[in-house]
């Protein structure tokens, strides 16, 4: 007799109990949960609620803690070419809904959110992030039990800016400012409809680099995620950045 189907909420469980935080995703990616990311959890009963709630919701995943992913849009020749080239190593490689891969490699510090900054179509996906665990769904996972170290070329490629020689002075963060702020900035961006895209990115990003005039996030992490959340909307990376800049500049 055939298993029994292995069910969104089942496949969630089965992550937490690997230490893996969870969170329900609508069928567009976008988070279910109203601080996304952050309301990632192993708790079990507050999984199996969000799935009894939500059956079919796809589960979302940080990243940056237990992995950072290379996201491959390889619907696209850019993409393709630059796989066919890359020579990376072996590593835990997830098949997604549109036949790309996300390519997951062990947690580095350096790897945050990025969209085209590697190549056109070839993203990463690090602090701050999170990914769709297709293999929930039933989608294909190459090499299951390797997690290779971020190959050198991606560090180079995402290597950040170097720091201010300025020492900046130490803030406190008061009440009123937390993560769960920045997390409605963000969410704010990514949920943006058609004809308030830009606006809101825009919007977004002066909201983030007030938080950078008061030392509470750094200059190149908030713009970091202002493109990120951008881009998720269907903004070109190009356009985001633009946009994010003008924000930065105007209110810095």
Sequence with gaps: ????????????????????????????????????????????QLIHDWWIRWPNALIGVPT?????????????????????????????????RSGGRHLLFRPHADVRCSAGKIWPHVDTRGHGGFLIWWPATGLEVLHHNVLAPVPDCILQAVKPAPAPTTPSTPFAWPECFSDNKIAGIIRTIATARAGERNALTYWGACRLAELVALNLIDHHTALDLVVEAATRTGIPWTEAHRTALSAFRSSL
């Design 64 to 96: 940056g803690t237990k992995f950072v992913a290379l996201d491959l849009d390889l619907q696209h020749r850019e993409a393709q070419d630059w796989y066919e080239r890359a020579n990376l190593p072996s590593t835990r490689t997830h098949i997604t």
């Design 1 to 44: 007799m055939a298993g029994a189907e292995v069910t969104p909420r089942a496949h969630a469980l089965k992550l937490a109990r690997r230490d893996v935080p969870v969170f329900p995703c609508k069928q567009d990616k976008a988070p279910l949960t109203k601080h996304a990311f952050l309301d990632a959890t192993t708790d079990p």
